[in-house]
């Protein structure tokens, strides 16, 4: 019987969010007998939420980094490197499994001074945009290019991803491998909450037709662009609601828009929460404006409870979303089409029915148990070639 691989997870934050919980599950669910796996993080600042007290719950060994911040900051960046060149070396890892920006760029150098032999970043949307420009995007595509060569496999979530990485000729194309983004679909799917109870919790009328999103009232979401929307189907259906989950820079402009507009009462903010699979059985539809994503965690988490999706056409949202089928995609920044196809589905609740169906019935796709599996598949992989399993 061959030996276990080591595998440690490397991520600079563990704030609540969908590459966090990604790798937090990574951890949680694959077999730990095969592959013991370790997660290091920075340390948690902010007012984003934290995933570590759920991650150690789950059992998952969870190494906390002083000097791994967000932030930009050379002699912090340098100490950082030193310290995960260090601990890597002293783990004797087998595998070492990058995530996001930061962590990503430190990580692979650091992994491959200290010897590590299979290295792994999963680029969870890649840190530039198309609607970025001038020399920060500039910087971010040249760091992506120059740390590429130092893991034999980048994973994507989402295949716009691959593609855009190819074209701006980060990396090889034999070294990207797409393993979606895998949530715990019964957790999400088989809610006991009852639609009555769910919209009591929240203050939503029992014969209200509402719109949710879930995410940070951050630039990224567009949380004002959602709001544009609502406020020209609130205008045509009294009995519309939204409901925002999440917490961010922009909450006081989101108030302060719904104030103007005369939609306080029906513009509801429910904060930072981690019941979003009970909220959802209050929604009718799930909204999304990104202004940039790789796959969102919270379609497939919208498909499993059922509902059907009106967003922006990010990369990742073509696999998820099926226009017309199981929702819609419009353009990003449109918050006039946004509004046509959240009234389409209010004033059809019929065919938002028949869509929230379609898409419950093709979430499989986008399971936790899928995703694990697949990465014990691409560790065991590299182990054996590189020599590494025994």
Known sequence: MSRPIRVLHVITRM????????????????????FPSDLLCG???????????????????????????????????????WRLYRFMRAGKYDVVHMHSSKAGILGRVAARLAGVRAVVHTAHGWPFTRQQSGLGRQLDIALEKMCAPLCDTI???????????LRLGIGRAGQYRLIRSGIEIEGYRDVALTRAEARRRIGVPEDAFVFGTVGRLSPQKAPLDLLAGFERVAARRPEAHLVLVGD??????????????????RVHLL????????????????????????LPRVFPQAMAAGL????????????AVV???????????????LARRMLA?????????RMGQAGLARVEEFSARRMVDQLAELYQELATRNGNAS
């Open 15 to 34: 704030i609540v969010g969908g590459a966090q919980e990604n790798t937090m599950l990574s951890c949680a669910l694959i077999d730990r007998e095969r």
């Open 43 to 81: 340390p948690q600042t902010g007012s984003e939420g934290e995933l570590h007290t759920e991650t150690r719950a789950r059992g998952v060994p969870l190494l906390i980094e002083p000097t791994l911040v967000r932030e930009v900051d050379p002699p912090k960046d340098l100490l950082a490197l």
């Open 155 to 165: 994973v994507v979530v989402a295949e716009p991803d691959r593609v855009d990485g």
């Open 248 to 265: 961010g820079p922009l909450r006081g402009d989101v108030e302060a828009r719904a104030a103007a507009a005369g939609l306080t009462a």
């Open 271 to 294: 904060g930072l929460r981690r019941d979003v699979a009970d909220l959802q059985r209050a929604f009718d539809v799930f909204a999304l404006a990104s202004r940039w994503e790789g």
């Open 308 to 319: 059907p999706i009106v967003a922006t056409r990010v990369a990742g949202a073509p696999d």
């Open 323 to 337: 226009p017309g089928e199981t929702g819609w995609l419009v353009a990003v920044g449109d918050s006039e089409d």
């Open 345 to 353: 589905l209010a004033e059809d609740p019929p065919l938002a029915r």
